[in-house]
């Protein structure tokens, strides 16, 4: 069974993203005093990283000795940006448990 998030994951994810605290509250739908409790480990986090970084709207990229969370959007603009196609990232976007994951 997948762990939970840990108070360092969310905050870090929360800063990767340059949210507040207020922002990824709605990204999650719980307010900004849940993700203030779960960032100082006064409560657990209901849901496991990678459903967290998924609900937060990530893609989790890796890169060759670690993992970069960036939104899905800016994942799509960069790639566009230097002429990588949608289906060309369909082919190299794996989800956390190992099936391909659909970028478009």
Known sequence: ??????AEEVKEL??????S???LGGRLFVTAMTISRWENGQS???VPLWELKRR???AVVCVKDG???ITLRELLRRA???????????GLLIDE???ETDAG
Request: glycine share 8%; charged share 25%.
């Open 21 to 23: 605290q207020q922002e």
């Open 80 to 90: 566009a940006k230097v002429g990588v196609t949608t289906e060309q990232l369909n």
């Open 67 to 69: 993992v970069v969370n």
């Open 14 to 19: 929360r800063r990767s993203l340059r949210l």
């Open 44 to 46: 657990p986090t209901p």
């Open 97 to 99: 448990e190992g099936s």
């Open 1 to 6: 069974m997948e762990r939970n998030a840990t």
């Open 56 to 58: 937060a709207g990530c």
